[in-house]
């Protein structure tokens, strides 16, 4: 139990610093994607009705790592992102996805 906490808390802090980097030029490589082209899909994963994703967003999604970016889907409510829109994101972009998400 202490090392799936310690887990969720490393990931949890890893995504803390990605995403409060979002807004700056600072930019770190997480799950084959630069945290700097997240914000690319930003508005497909808020708010009660958001738009489709982007064709720039399906970019960065398909080139992403996406087993990597579900191990932090649990994280995702508490910055003010939808999971499950979210996890939508690659079956929008014309992708799979992967089964254990």
Avoid at 17 to 33: D, E, H, K, P, R
Wanted: one cysteine or more; aromatic letters at 4%; a positive charge.
């Amino acid at each position: 139990m202490a090392q799936s906490s310690g887990k969720a808390l490393m990931q949890w802090m890893v995504v803390a610093l990605l995403f409060s980097m979002l807004g700056s030029t600072l930019a770190v490589v997480i799950c084959n994607i630069d945290s700097n082209q997240l914000k690319l899909c930003r508005d497909a994963v808020t708010g009660r009705n958001p738009p489709n994703p982007s064709n720039e967003c399906c970019d960065v999604i398909r080139r992403a790592n996406l087993p990597c970016l579900c191990s932090y889907k649990s994280i995702l409510p508490s910055f003010g992102i939808d999971g499950a829109k979210a996890l939508a994101l690659p079956g929008k972009c014309g992708l799979k996805t992967p089964s254990k998400c």
